[in-house]
């Protein structure tokens, strides 16, 4: 049994407006402050804010909203006073999806799957009698009079999300924002400033020099000796091994452009290469086709869905996400001092980062702890 759950919030976006008189219960025309545009033919709209006793979804009807009269096919549960909210929703049902296969599989819609929304609320939950802790559940809008659909959520797991995940990060930001009064962005503005500091410390764990985000290609070459990196994440090459024959592969020596000769002999068994453009190399010797085995610095995709984690090297270092994220708010805010201080902390983090993430390994040969004799504290790695 996995009880889901879908959020009830209203993006603050939806077009909005107010009762100007009061609803009695059995009514179907509302009376608003104004005509706004964004109330549409057969729309569902919201009476009431989301988790309050009394809120309700009703369908629009067929006609074109105009003047300051909303008319609802169905009729009202509740009454309503004066100046409550009204939301143009559109989508009066959430249809809840489900894989079996967990984030790599598909997510369908269950049979039964599609309720109405509980506006009173803040969740429209759903009971998967069938599901287990492996199963992930996706979500999306219905409107039941128009049959339009909105696009799925991210994943819904019934675990929760890890300490790592993009939704934990984002919560413990929005907790800090919060409680710091300076909660005014959505969660787009939070996902680009986590994938901002995601870049960041991604090129410090690439400057180390240590092997960490790697990817791998395998690039073909012609004649000429030019290949083309196609990989949409790649950033630098680490290493290349050349081989003409697809069994025997020989290490390439990197050359800077200017340091190769048209008249200076190459051989096969001991290749170059040189870079001839952001993502073009050039082989040496050439004259004979193959193909280039690349181990590369890549750069990092950017967090999307709720499920996505970070890194593995960064997963020590989220207070650094949350600090960065606090600092730009203070900054949009007009606050630089709050600001600086925030900044200060996330790249005091990042120096940390860059330094315990340098010793790739501390279990070989050359690897030497010193210890203080008197205290007992490590004094570092050399």
């Known amino acids: 049994m996995s009880y889901i759950k879908a959020s009830n919030n209203i993006d603050q976006n939806v077009p909005l407006t107010y009762l100007s008189s009061a609803l009695t219960a059995g009514g179907t025309a509302l009376t608003v402050k104004n005509a706004r545009d964004g109330f549409f033919p057969s729309w569902a709209i919201q009476i009431g804010n989301t988790g309050n006793e009394n809120a309700e979804v009703l369908i629009l009807g067929t ?102 995940s993009f939704a934990k990060v984002k919560e413990r930001i929005r907790t800090r924002l919060f409680s710091s009064n300076f909660l005014k962005d959505d969660d787009s503005q939070l996902d680009s400033w986590v994938n901002e500091w995601l870049e960041v410390m991604n090129n410090t764990a690439i400057d180390v020099n240590e092997d960490y985000s790697i990817g791998t290609a395998d690039v073909t070459y012609g004649t000429a000796g030019l290949g083309t990196i196609s990989s949409s994440d790649f950033k630098e090459i680490r290493k290349m091994d050349i081989t003409t024959d697809g069994v025997n592969f020989y290490r390439a020596t990197k050359l800077h452009t200017n340091e190769w000769f048209t008249n200076t002999t190459y051989i096969e068994t001991h290749p170059y290469y040189s870079l001839e453009g952001d993502n073009v190399f050039r082989k040496l010797p050439y004259g004979t086709s193959g193909t280039a085995r690349l181990a590369y610095y890549k750069m990092q995709s950017p967090l999307v869905n709720d499920a996505d984690e970070l890194p593995i090297s960064m997963k020590p270092y989220t207070k650094s996400f949350v600090d960065y994220s606090l600092a730009q708010a203070y900054y949009l805010d007009n606050n630089a001092n709050m600001g600086d201080r925030f900044m200060g902390f996330a790249n005091s983090e990042m120096t940390k980062f860059k330094s315990q993430i340098a010793p790739r390994s501390m279990s070989g040969p050359q690897t030497i702890m010193f210890t203080d004799v008197t205290s007992g504290e490590d004094l570092g790695v050399y």
């Open 63 to 164: 006609a074109t909203p105009s003047g300051v009269t909303l008319n609802t096919t169905g009729t009202a549960r509740f009454s309503h006073q004066a100046d409550t909210s009204v939301y143009a929703v559109e989508f009066d049902k959430v249809i809840f999806k489900r894989s079996t296969a967990g984030t790599a599989g598909t997510a369908v819609a269950m049979t039964n799957g599609t309720v109405n929304t509980t506006p009173d609320q803040e969740f429209t939950l759903f009971d998967d009698t069938s599901g287990v802790s492996t199963y992930a559940y996706k979500v999306s809008l219905y409107n039941s009079v128009l049959t339009t659909e909105s696009a799925d959520s991210d994943w819904i797991l019934p675990s929760g999300y890890t300490f790592y």
